[in-house]
């Protein structure tokens, strides 16, 4: 079946390669800048909302009498601009009371961190090849298959990366007749309907020392010096690595889950919600339960799974066996017994075994009987 998949290199440019890089970054974020400008102008002064098409040919004509703005591609410049009226679409579906984000900010120095080709882009075992720029060597840590439909060069804290979006075909996995419902949570990270625990690794716990130490150098600095510089870039590379072992985890994690079963079934949690309780924000963001669900979603699909989220409602207090509801139970107890069967439930298993049962819409031992389920209104998950 075809798919879209991405992967994702690092870039090992030279010297003069890197400084090109970095021109390109600010020429974009130039540009960034000025059509946002455009756009607020003319709207607080004229009330005249300018279009897309209108800021492009402007920046074409400036392009040809500035030289470090025109040796950036055309297609790059028009990708900023894209970025500009997407930032500005998020606005106005958050004026309109749906999801979305404030108003555009302009972009300082070092916050402006990638760029985009739509075409044009080739790839081999050692170089990849941009339009206007050149080949760049590249580390293959994989192979690249399928048809390439967009990069993306981005610079992170440890070096460039460039990342393929490319159509290719993904053979499905043999079906199997296994079906889980997972519970996701802070001290274990994952527990399944069968009794499986994935404790958290904390990444961010772990390396917590370090990054203080890290920070104390960063404000024992001078503001703009050079050894402050360096002390943000290690300090950044630190955030970096846990970021990687984090991702690289739930990498290994997701793709297990689904090799081995055939249809697995979440709760749809209203994580944003949730981190507005201070006590427990770092936890819930240093477990990445979004990611972890978008690689379980997005890995279904790949690979002809089911993947389903359900309501998280009262998944800790239904009694599993007999559906019995305590809503007498408090967040602090892990292990109950139920007043009605007299069964022995731990609690995030039993609200896997609720989670599996909700999507299924009975109790089975395996998912041939699987309907989808609407997702409906949410209340937070036992943790």
């Not at 609200?351 to 819409?361: D, E, L, P, R």
Request: proline share 2%.
């Amino acid at each position: 079946m075809i798919q879209v998949k991405t992967y994702r290199y690092k870039l090992a440019p030279n010297l003069s390669q890197q400084r090109a890089l970095g021109q390109w970054l600010g020429a974009c974020r130039y540009v960034y800048n000025l059509s946002l400008s455009y756009k607020k102008t003319l709207w607080e002064q004229y009330k005249i909302s300018i279009g897309k098409n209108d800021i492009q040919k402007e920046l074409a004509s400036i392009a040809k009498d500035t030289d470090w703005l025109g040796c950036v591609h055309s297609q790059v410049l028009q990708e900023v601009t894209d970025r500009v009226f997407n930032a500005f679409d998020g606005f106005f579906n958050r004026a309109a009371g749906r999801p979305g984000k404030g108003f555009p900010k302009f972009a300082r120095k070092g916050q402006y961190q990638s760029f985009s080709f739509k075409q044009g882009v080739k790839i081999n075992n050692t170089h990849v090849q941009l339009p206007k720029f050149g080949k760049i060597k590249y580390r293959n840590s994989r192979d690249c298959t399928g048809t390439i439909k967009r990069a993306t060069v981005r610079e992170c804290a440890d070096g460039w990366y460039v990342c393929l979006c490319v159509e290719t075909d993904i053979e499905s996995l043999p079906i199997n007749q296994n079906s889980i419902g997972i519970d996701v949570g802070i001290k274990s990270l994952l527990v399944t309907s069968d009794g499986e625990t994935i404790d958290n690794p904390k990444h961010l716990y772990k390396a917590e020392k370090k990054l203080k130490r890290l920070q104390r150098s960063v404000s024992r600095k001078k503001k703009g010096s050079a050894n402050r510089k360096k002390a943000v870039k290690k300090l950044a590379r630190q955030h970096q690595k846990v970021a990687n072992t984090r991702n690289d985890f739930q990498h290994k994690v997701t793709t297990r889950l689904i090799r081995e079963n055939q249809a697995i079934a979440c709760e749809s949690l209203q994580i944003q919600n949730m981190l507005a309780n201070h006590n427990l924000a770092k936890s819930i963001s240093d477990a990445g339960w979004y990611s972890l669900t978008q690689m379980l979603e997005y890995k279904a699909k790949w690979y002809g799974r089911t993947f389903e989220k359900v309501s998280a409602r009262h998944t800790s207090q239904d009694c599993s066996a007999c559906g019995y509801r305590n809503t007498e139970l408090t967040l602090a107890v892990r292990l109950w017994t139920c007043p009605s069967c007299g069964n022995i439930h731990d609690r995030d298993q039993n609200a896997a075994q609720n989670i599996k049962k909700k999507a299924v819409g009975h109790t089975v031992s395996a998912w041939e009987v699987y309907t989808p389920v609407a997702v409906v209104a949410q209340e937070s998950p036992g943790l």
